[in-house]
């Protein structure tokens, strides 16, 4: 089991332990193949995972659903939207237990109204990796060290009308992977960054006939920040910028019903792995000036926060059609009886080429006086799969109730 999980470890963060020889790397098998597996490596991956059991239950959406004390980590510009003055939440996941027992998710977040228009927020996602025995390429033993990493996180959320609002939110990411032991002569140290997100959310009330509603759409570009080393010889790598952008419908059916379906587009902001040129013999062609792997299709991976930022939606080696593979799609819907009751359910697809990823998923929720409860439980289309049986729970605490 020890050697199982130091194995998945060392898969789940990829490019933290390898990442000087992992990004000059390129594992398709042929120069004209058009379909091959290009998945889009960072740093800090943890940032992406919804940590809440309500998006956890409707595939992760969350761009422009109802504004909830989860908003956080979907689209905080939403919170300045919020009817209740004060709340906040604890949210619990065990992560990849199908694989290993101890790493979990653990989520705490909240947010205050100030006057009418404005919000703020702040949130704390810390990700456990259990304990890992340690060895060298000599299978000597190295030390015992518990993995660990966390994001702490400010927002500031405004109403610029009746219909509008925006968001900007700090955050502050620490990753401690191997608690300063050296392997092979070089010396570690926790990776850390800054970053920020910018949000926009819109939402009206409309008739769809006798049926009153509400429309919605949301953008947040998430973990725009500086990149991450472990080490003072290793590459620096790219948090995970992510844009994430989406409508929602909620229809109000009667007094008592009520229905929404919502749906999220997301890309990753970062550089996609290039093509590298082979000579006959399947070696890498190397440029004799630069010393570097001569490019065949795509651009230079190693570049600059911002360059990578924009460079992202034309840099894939296979052109268009890779970018659209790129494109994650969310879809979820919540039903609420009287504002106490909820059913959820979603659907999460990622493009086989760029990590595999599909689930549906299911949940409840709960409310009752000042506090609420949710749960989700993700299902994978394919058997053997790493998150199946992911279960997530939250608890909210409304002192509007109080």
Do not use: C
Not at 79 to 84: D, P
């Amino acid at each position: 089991m020890k050697l199982v999980k130091s194995l998945f470890i060392s898969l789940f963060l990829g490019i933290v332990v390898v990442s000087a020889n992992a990004q000059g790397y390129n594992n398709i098998t042929g120069q004209e193949t058009e379909d091959y597996m290009n998945t889009i490596t960072t740093s800090v991956p943890f940032l992406l995972i919804a940590p809440d059991a309500k998006g956890g239950a409707m595939g992760d959406v969350g761009a422009a659903t109802t504004p909830d004390v989860y908003s956080m980590h979907y689209n905080p510009a939403k919170y300045a939207f919020m009817n209740e003055n004060l709340g906040f939440s604890i949210s619990y996941s065990p992560w990849f237990n199908q694989i290993v027992k101890d790493i979990n998710l653990a989520y705490l977040t909240g947010y205050k109204k100030i006057g009418d228009k404005q919000a703020i927020a702040t949130s704390l996602k810390y990700f456990s990796m259990g304990t890992i025995n340690f060895v060298d390429e000599f299978k000597e033993p190295r030390g015992v060290f518990s993995p660990r990493e966390f994001a702490l996180d400010f927002a500031y959320a405004r109403k610029f009308s009746d219909y509008i609002s925006g968001s900007v939110a700090l955050r502050y990411i620490y990753s401690n992977l191997s608690g300063n032991i050296s392997f092979t002569g070089s010396e570690t140290k926790p990776g850390q960054s800054i970053a920020t997100d910018v949000s926009f959310f819109y939402n009206k009330d409309v008739d769809f006939g006798k049926t009153p509603a509400n429309v919605a759409f949301g953008v947040n570009i998430s973990n725009i920040g500086s990149k991450i080393t472990y080490s003072e010889i290793q590459y620096r790598s790219f948090i995970p910028i992510n844009l994430r952008l989406g409508p929602a419908l909620t229809m109000e059916l009667d007094e008592y019903n009520k229905l929404l379906f919502s749906f999220d587009l997301n890309k990753l902001l970062v550089p996609t792995f290039p093509l590298y040129a082979l000579d006959s013999i399947g070696n890498y062609v190397i440029d004799t000036i630069t010393n570097e792997k001569i490019i065949a299709k795509g651009k230079d991976p190693y570049r600059s926060v911002v360059s990578g930022m924009f460079g992202s939606f034309s840099d894939a080696p296979g052109g268009l059609k890779e970018e659209l593979r790129e494109i994650n799609i969310a879809v979820g819907t919540e039903y609420w009886y009287d504002n106490q009751f909820a059913i959820r359910a979603g659907f999460f697809y990622e493009n086989k080429f760029k990590g595999n990823r599909k689930y549906f998923t299911l949940g409840a929720g709960l409310r009752y006086n000042v506090f609420g409860l949710d749960f989700s439980y993700l299902i994978p289309l394919e058997q053997r799969n790493p998150l199946e049986n992911t279960l997530r729970f939250s608890l909210i605490f409304n002192f509007d109730k109080i």
